[in-house]
DNA sequence: CGGCATCCCTGGGAGC
DNA sequence: TGCTCCCAGGGATGCC
């Protein structure tokens, strides 16, 4: 699933080809994601030029010359393919945008997405921190200003699970479901302590933790759990590196107890309830 | 405002 | 082999 290292794999391979690449064609298949796709994507976008990408969260922005931000979320089985020109659509691809690069090789850029859970949008710049999917969502997990004075005040009068704040993008943004048991587990915090009842060492712990973890997935190129495929059709290879998620039955690498899984406001949480308390 | 349930969607695996 | 059921989960929304 995407979370910020997918999502960021998806940036540095952008990266390499998009920056002032020309927009020649774009091409919508359907526009029925998670909300429509705005009629006037297309008319906008050809023509214009893309400048560096970055990202919010697991959210990706591509921004034009023309001063316009194209929007990108992966929702939960969205995927990005970087090809040559001459690809061939395939299932579930919903937009193809061919560019051409500084270089002067075109690239097809596709949006793929099963369950269509993402969603793809197109807005002026300086609308960026009003637009309705940006202006709630708290730092990024990898922001240099996410410091435990940061996360304290967040924390505090905020009774539930700490498994369930961290994963609130109003608070951190970037962090989904896996990397959160992830996280807890090598802070060695159980994920059903309230969020106001963690001390300073444990909410140091947790950036700590959080840091490491998403740059070593990012180094990676992410988590595969089900679909997540880099760009140019690789795996993510962090699944063999996770310690915790996908483990209920097997034994806690720290101290050898049995890790288990339960539901956390709906979502599957691993952990050890030895030695994270 | 916090916290919780509900809904959107499709593929893949389990069970019969 | 084929059907049905359940689960995976990001995040907006609406209700109390």
């Given amino acids: 699933?995407?979370?910020?290292?997918?999502?960021?794999?998806?940036?540095?391979?952008?990266?390499?080809?998009?920056?002032?690449?020309?927009?020649?064609?774009?091409?919508?298949?359907?526009?029925?994601?998670?909300?429509?796709?705005?009629?006037?994507?297309?008319?906008?976008?050809?023509?214009?030029?893309?400048?560096?990408p970055y990202?919010?969260?697991?959210?990706l922005l591509l921004p034009t010359f023309k001063n316009k931000i194209l929007l990108i979320h992966l929702g939960m089985s969205g995927q990005i393919k970087i090809r040559d020109n001459k690809y061939v659509e395939t299932k579930h691809d919903h937009i193809t945008i061919t560019v051409e690069a500084e270089n002067s090789t075109e690239y097809s850029i596709t949006y793929n997405d099963p369950r269509?859970?993402?969603?793809?949008?197109?807005?002026?710049?300086?609308?960026?921190?009003?637009?309705?999917?940006?202006?709630?969502?708290?730092?990024?997990?990898?922001?240099?200003?996410?410091?435990?004075?940061?996360?304290?005040?967040?924390?505090?009068?905020?009774?539930?699970?700490?498994?369930n704040t961290i994963i609130d993008q109003s608070i951190i943004a970037g962090i989904g479901n896996i990397y959160a048991s992830e996280i807890l587990f090598s802070a060695k915090i159980h994920p059903y302590r309230s969020a106001n009842s963690l001390n300073f060492d444990e909410?140091?712990?947790?950036?700590?933790?959080?840091?490491?973890?998403?740059?070593?997935?990012?180094?990676?190129?992410g988590t595969t759990i089900q679909n997540h495929v880099q760009p140019?059709?690789?795996?993510?290879?962090?699944r063999q590196k996770l310690k915790v998620y996908?483990?209920?039955?097997?034994?806690?690498?720290?101290?050898?107890?049995?890790?288990?899984?339960?539901?956390?406001?709906k979502r599957s949480t691993f952990f050890c309830e030895y030695c994270q308390v």
Wanted: glycine fraction near 8%.
């Fill in 55 to 59: 990202r919010k969260g697991k959210y």
């Fill in 246 to 265: 996908g483990r209920k039955g097997l034994k806690c690498l720290n101290c050898k107890n049995i890790i288990i899984t339960s539901f956390i406001g």
């Fill in 1 to 52: 699933m995407p979370e910020l290292p997918e999502v960021e794999t998806v940036r540095k391979a952008l990266l390499k080809i998009i920056n002032k690449a020309v927009i020649k064609e774009v091409k919508i298949f359907r526009n029925d994601l998670r909300w429509n796709i705005k009629d006037n994507l297309r008319v906008i976008l050809e023509k214009d030029i893309f400048q560096k």
């Fill in 116 to 163: 269509r859970f993402g969603y793809v949008d197109i807005f002026d710049k300086r609308e960026v921190g009003h637009h309705f999917l940006l202006n709630r969502l708290g730092l990024d997990a990898l922001d240099r200003n996410l410091t435990f004075g940061y996360l304290k005040g967040c924390f505090e009068n905020r009774k539930k699970s700490i498994k």
């Fill in 232 to 238: 140019d059709g690789k795996l993510g290879y962090f």
């Fill in 203 to 221: 909410i140091s712990s947790i950036i700590k933790a959080s840091k490491f973890i998403l740059k070593k997935a990012i180094r990676v190129g």
